[in-house]
T-cell receptor, first 114, second 117 residues
Framework: AQSVTQPDIHITVSEGASLELRCNYSYGATPYLFWYVQSPGQGLQLLLKYFSGDTLVQGIKGFEAEFKRSQSSFNLRKPSVHWSDAAEYFCAVGPRTNDYKLSFGAGTTVTVRA | GAVVSQHPSWVICKSGTSVKIECRSLDFQATTMFWYRQFPKQSLMLMATSNEGSKATYEQGVEKDKFLINHASLTLSTLTVTSAHPEDSSFYIC?????????????FGSGTQLSVL
C-alpha cells in the first residue's frame, strides 16, 4: 500500500535562513509527486510537482524539490524563507493516471521567527 | 485563479444530529470532486470521489450511509455527516477538478472543522 511520510511535524526557522522539508514515500511504482502549501484559512495550493524528466523541479514562491528515486524521497527546499512562508506543507503522491487520487503526508508546520 | 469555496469553516453539533458541508467551485465547472478528512497530526485521507450526476465512489472503510455525498451540479458537491458522533469530529476538506486537465486543475477548499459534542 502507498504511504507518505513527513518526518518533521513542526519546524521553526529564522527569516532569511534556508528551509528543507522532508518527504519519503512508499509506492508500487514511481508515482507523481507533489508539494502543497496551506496558509491559515486557505485551501491547499500546489507549490510544485514531479512527473518525469529533470529530478530537480522548480515551483512557485521560490521553492524547489528534488526527486531521489534511490531514497524514495522528494524533499522541498527554499534558500531563504520569508515570514509569509509560515504555513503547513503537505507532500502528496498519486498514481500515473488521471484520476488524481492523491495520498498525503501528515503535513509539516513551518513557523518563521523574525 | 480558480477558487473552491467550502462552507462552513467551523461547525459544532450535538451527537445524533446531521451536518451538511458544501463545496462549490466558484469560477469553473468541476466534473469531479474529492472529499478528504484529516485527524490531528495525521494525513489527509481520501474518503470518496464524486462525479457530477452519478453516485460517489467511496474508499475502503468509509461508510457511505454515514457520509452522504451529493454532486448534483457541476459547481456543487455536498457531504452530509449523518447521525454524527464524537468520533466523526475531524477536519474535512474538498477538492475539485476542472475538466479533464492536468493536476494544476485540481483546487482545494479551505476545509471544515467538525466538532461533535
Amino acid at each position: 500500500a502507498q504511504s507518505v511520510t513527513q518526518p518533521d511535524i513542526h519546524i521553526t526557522v529564522s527569516e532569511g535562513a534556508s528551509l528543507e522539508l522532508r518527504c519519503n514515500y512508499s509506492y508500487g511504482a514511481t508515482p507523481y509527486l507533489f508539494w502543497y502549501v496551506q496558509s491559515p484559512g486557505q485551501g491547499l495550493q500546489l507549490l510544485l510537482k514531479y512527473f518525469s524528466g529533470d529530478t530537480l523541479v522548480q515551483g512557485i514562491k521560490g521553492f524547489e524539490a528534488e526527486f531521489k528515486r534511490s531514497q524514495s524521497s522528494f524533499n522541498l527546499r527554499k534558500p531563504s524563507v520569508h515570514w509569509s512562508d509560515a504555513a503547513e506543507y503537505f507532500c502528496a503522491v498519486g498514481p500515473r493516471t488521471n484520476d488524481y487520487k492523491l495520498s498525503f503526508g501528515a503535513g509539516t508546520t513551518v513557523t518563521v521567527r523574525a | 485563479g480558480a477558487v473552491v469555496s467550502q462552507h462552513p469553516s467551523w461547525v459544532i453539533c450535538k451527537s445524533g444530529t446531521s451536518v451538511k458541508i458544501e463545496c462549490r467551485s466558484l469560477d469553473f465547472q468541476a466534473t469531479t470532486m474529492f472529499w478528504y478528512r484529516q485527524f490531528p497530526k495525521q494525513s489527509l485521507m481520501l474518503m470518496a470521489t464524486s462525479n457530477e450526476g452519478s453516485k460517489a465512489t467511496y474508499e475502503q472503510g468509509v461508510e457511505k450511509d454515514k457520509f452522504l455525498i451529493n454532486h448534483a451540479s457541476l459547481t456543487l458537491s455536498t457531504l452530509t455527516v449523518t447521525s454524527a458522533h464524537p468520533e466523526d469530529s475531524s477536519f474535512y476538506i474538498c477538492s475539485a477538478r476542472e475538466g479533464q486537465g492536468q493536476v494544476e486543475k485540481l483546487f482545494f477548499g479551505s476545509g471544515t472543522q467538525l466538532s461533535v459534542l
